[in-house]
């Protein structure tokens, strides 16, 4: 999935990082000192809808933002401003797209507002890549990005025109 993602969020330089679960605390403090860097953050994620899934995101966000808050502290930075948002897979999303569902595991003992659960490669392809295209373009002013793209392509005209031939 993470290719596929990569394809979308590249244009807009925006990084994709994959897992394959819970993340480890040095993962989560890495993000966090990188996070805590910036002033604001944006984390979009992709995860399945069921108790690990869901828990998977609540403790990515608490332990990444409570990290990125103590680089700050640590390093004397401004407190950074680390928000997440879960793009899939959503209630919603299983009954708009008629996701294929199963019961929780019953091993799993975590708490769960769902029924059923649904895996985020449920998602057709096309779903996924223009969930997260329209959650990225909300960020963006595309006037403003239009217009950088059409400096960058004036500016590589010019560079090129200033090297010699060989």
Known sequence: MAPQLERVA????????????????????????????CASVLVLHLGDH????????????????????????????????????????????????GLPTTPPKPTDKR???GVDTCQCEALPPDVLARIVLEAI???????????VKREEVKQRKQLLAALPLV
């Open 50 to 97: 069921d108790p690990s899934g869901v828990h998977i995101f609540t403790s990515l966000e608490e332990d990444v933002a409570a990290f990125a808050d103590f680089e700050a502290s640590m390093h004397g930075w401004p407190r950074p401003d680390v928000e997440f948002a879960r793009l899939a897979v959503t209630l919603e999303q299983v009954a708009e797209y």
């Open 10 to 37: 590249s244009a807009y330089s925006v990084p994709v990082l994959s897992s394959g679960g819970f993340d480890s605390v040095t993962v989560k403090r890495s993000l966090g000192l990188e996070f805590a860097q």
């Open 137 to 147: 373009e909300a960020q963006i002013d595309l006037k403003v990005l239009a217009g």
């Open 111 to 113: 708490s769960f507002d």
